[in-house]
């Protein structure tokens, strides 16, 4: 006998360990004899009441869900208006929660998500739904405030610091008559977090990255490309590693390209290869670039197992501060000491999550704004330490499992989603 | 007391495995007892005599080269001219190997430096210097004739295809509001080898990549814009591989970077991109793009077990070949069978290697010129099959070793390589 209905749903960008926090919620859900229905591409699906009912799902499934990447059940970009501009949302977001006599509400997002779970638990009980929310962290960008990392941070870091190590060491074996320069850009919006990751690679001023171009440090051509000159010099050749988010002086993004997402962000690419080019024009080098795009927040191959074991922790707690009855809370990371590396997770308001944007510290950040300090490597080295590798098949490949997905019968009318 | 010495060098675009290939001659020697020098950059360090002096290295050294990326050496891209053009650079060839008793010369490489290990062959015979040289195979781009496959190719192969599958569960989960086509730019100048490999991550057609567009076959925009249309309307998304070399149908590439190799090569980079933001202009889909370049032929972390095994079977067998006498040949994989999947090292004579681009069989190649078939699946699976992990350290990063490279005395004037 089910003690109640849990729904869950992944929001916004997808990370290698987001599955990871879905199993944890969905093993734990059925440990304690709750139903799990997950929303198909998140909270349009569940406005569109489009359900996936996850018991068809065999425990096999949902172990290997753990070391799946990608968002099993579909994430999406879409951020709820405020009550006062689309009520009627709010409310055909009630109907169906009530339709499914759903009571737990856990939403696996980032800093929109957890603004929206916040306000979907605001307008429950104004409308006097008896519902629990809660927001489960998840983010690569690792700009959530009150946690001390976000899991999907510390893999997609993994896989940054590891990329820059192993591409420079084919760079140096290359400069003595080739390739002088590479530049690699990495994800992170408005925050360094997975530019600093790169750093990690580097244990000396002449290893890579030798040059880091932080999204806080507005971008002056001259001076970088007389420290590129100086490094080639020194070393024989230079990687820089570049956010996406790198900044012009007046605060333009150095490269725009061009469209915006649901929320109103600037969608940016290509900033890696403008460096790039800038490098080769104005210094001569030749160079190599790099954007590995979605690859660093999808390798699950290479996934930190500090990042897995937080992934399927914050999904654990969710489930149990659900069954506590803690409402408008978030399950967040509290690390207790840095070495030896000690953790543990404590709920936190979702009203303190929502929409703070966490960038990194001024003191991670090295005095010529290029590097990382002993502070930031203190934070990020325990993230990326250990692997979580999954099992691999006869073909060579990661054994990754799709869910059956099965839909659970409507019972309501159909609902378009207006502003889209 | 030394059987003799031996000098190995790198050259060309290095590899995830040409170092394991440099510990299997380094231990295969050892154990032989034959002395082992390494050129500094590959040929343009013998020339200069600035050969490094192995010996100097700890077996656990060479135990860790096994699983280091890159050319721990230093690799080169420089081709020698012809006796006629630059006799004065092969004489200068022979007094260094004369002047450290260079008895074997081992050149590790693809098809140009194939063909320099022969025409060094050729020369030191008609200087009546008693000297074998070997080739030994490297190439991600899986282009040499004569052997099944390259040592390097296997590893980039298994990086592209996990990497497509991993980024293709992304864009699968984002694909209802947000990415709907995903492009991921991949080497291979000339043959679709890698671009192939991708398709290995697709078991079905509605799998992801969905289109792969190789150098082979002429790109036709409105053909493709059609293919990549019908597939999001059946999918709901659409992940492309894109070959570096594909090329218009006059026979141009798409992108060119600008700049030529040191063999004159056009170098290119950019297609990714180019062909991703075709598709946002003129279908209107949200895209994102990934240009992993260097990283898809350092990624030692995700090597093959195969690849492994065989790039250090051909360094051990280029030093058994070398003290046979075997002089001109190729240690090169013959494929015995592909299921179960066995295969032997066997000599090939280097003047039916050298300068022979393999492309691409049209059997490997799917009907409408987008996918490969059955028969490229039989023969590309078993080289990513298998896994070859390096060590961890407790900083969350493989532990590659940086060699000593001790330098030997030089003996002679200083050489200034001319024409460079």
Chains 1, 2 share one sequence.
């Not at 290997?64 to 409310?91: D, I, V, W």
């Not at 629990?132 to 993994?158: E, H, Q, Y």
């Not at 000690?342 to 703070?356: C, D, F, G, T």
């Amino acid at each position: 006998m089910s003690k109640g209905t849990l729904l869950y749903a992944q929001s916004g960008g997808v990370t290698a360990v987001i599955n990871t926090t879905a199993a944890g919620v969905i093993a734990t859900a059925r440990a304690n004899g709750l139903k799990v229905l997950a929303g198909r591409n998140g909270i349009i699906g569940v406005l569109r009441e489009e359900l996936i009912d996850t018991s068809k799902e065999s425990p096999a499934a949902i172990r290997a869900l753990r070391h799946t990447p990608g968002g099993a059940f579909g994430s999406c970009r879409y951020k709820l208006k405020s009550l006062e501009e689309n009520r009627a949302q709010y409310e055909r977001l009630i109907d169906v929660l009530r339709a499914h006599d759903v009571r737990y509400f856990l939403y696996n997002g980032g800093n929109d998500s957890a603004d929206t779970a916040n306000k979907v638990s605001q307008i429950a009980a104004a409308f006097g739904y008896p519902l629990i929310c809660i927001g489960v962290p998840k983010t690569v960008d690792n700009d959530l405030a009150v946690t001390d990392t976000c899991p999907g941070f510390g893999s997609a870091a993994k896989y940054t610091a590891v990329s820059m190590l192993e591409a420079s060491l084919d760079v140096a074996s290359m400069s003595e008559s080739s390739t002088k320069v590479f530049v690699m850009e990495v994800m992170g919006r408005h925050a360094g977090w997975l530019a600093a990751a790169a750093g990690l690679a580097a244990k000396s001023p002449d290893e890579a990255p030798h040059i880091i171009l932080f999204p806080e440090i507005p971008f002056e051509e001259e001076k970088f490309l007389a420290a590129v000159d100086k490094v080639v010099k020194r070393v024989g050749w230079c990687s820089v590693a570049v956010s996406e988010g790198l900044r012009t002086p007046d605060g333009k993004f150095l490269a725009e390209a061009g469209g915006k997402d649901a929320f109103g962000h600037v969608q940016l690419g290509g900033v890696g290869p403008q460096i790039a080019q800038l490098v080769k024009s104005k210094l001569g080098y030749k160079q190599h670039w790099a954007v590995p795009d979605y690859l660093q927040r999808s390798a699950r191959h290479l996934a930190s197992k500090t990042d897995a074991d937080q992934a399927w922790a914050v999904g654990e707690a969710a489930v149990k501060y659900a069954l506590k009855g803690m409402n408008a809370v978030m399950p967040v990371i509290k690390r207790v000491s840095d070495a030896p590396f000690r953790w543990k997770i404590e709920p936190a308001p979702l009203s303190k999550v929502a929409n703070h944007e966490k960038t990194l510290p001024k003191n991670f950040i090295r005095k010529d704004g290029y590097g990382i300090t002993d502070k930031a490597r203190a934070y990020l080295e325990p993230l990326i330490r250990g692997e979580d590798v999954p099992p691999y098949g006869k073909d060579g490949l990661p054994v990754y499992v799709r869910l059956k997905n099965v839909p659970v019968k409507k019972k309501l009318a159909d609902y378009a989603i207006a502003d889209r």
